[in-house]
């Protein structure tokens, strides 16, 4: 007996991924870089996809909507629907033993961004920030971080994360006033 080779089918994940690795940056009025905690499935917020990702989710499972995109129930509605129910927990399969150390910052013209958001960087980082560096209480809110900006009035600023140790998507940028 023989087999006939089936041909591959590549698995897609749900288009609502890329709102949680679309990072909004904005500035304060004091200066600042600022943005909110984001790795799909990482719901406890301590920088890795795993397991106890699954205790969070069954805390606030069938909870209703609408989420603040600053609510750790905005992170957990992984589809983005505002609800969380089980298809939300596809998105810690997705991303089981992902892992996010922290964001490289950077700051330049709009010659020096990436080409997509996917294209490798070609500048050096202005700075690291370390996830260690998030402030809140990730129980009960969305960790944040915030970052003086020092880079000329006009500058494009942009935060790519680090990805198990590679550079992820490039944030849409935002200019310092």
């Known amino acids: 007996m023989t087999f006939a080779k089936q041909p591959q089918t590549r698995f897609d994940p749900p ?18 870089l600022e943005w909110l905690y984001s790795l799909p499935g990482d719901l406890d917020q301590d920088g890795r996809v795993f397991m ?31 609800y969380i129910a089980s298809d939300d927990v596809t998105f810690v399969g997705i991303h089981m033993n992902q892992a996010l150390s922290g964001f490289n910052v950077y700051a330049g013209g709009a010659a020096d961004l990436p080409a997509d958001a996917e294209a490798p960087s070609t500048l050096a980082p202005l700075a690291y920030v370390s996830i260690a560096d998030a402030q809140g209480d990730p129980e009960t809110e969305r960790l944040r971080f915030s970052l003086p900006v020092v880079a000329p009035t006009g500058s494009l600023v942009w935060i790519r994360p680090l990805l198990s140790g590679v550079e992820g998507p490039a944030s849409m940028p935002v200019s310092v006033p």
């Open 15 to 32: 288009p609502q991924v890329a709102r949680d690795y679309e990072q909004r940056l904005s500035i304060s009025p004091v200066g600042n």
């Open 52 to 82: 106890d990702d699954l205790i969070v989710f069954d805390i606030h499972n069938e909870t209703p909507g609408p989420f603040a995109a600053t609510s750790l129930e905005y992170l957990i509605d992984g589809n983005g629907d505002g």
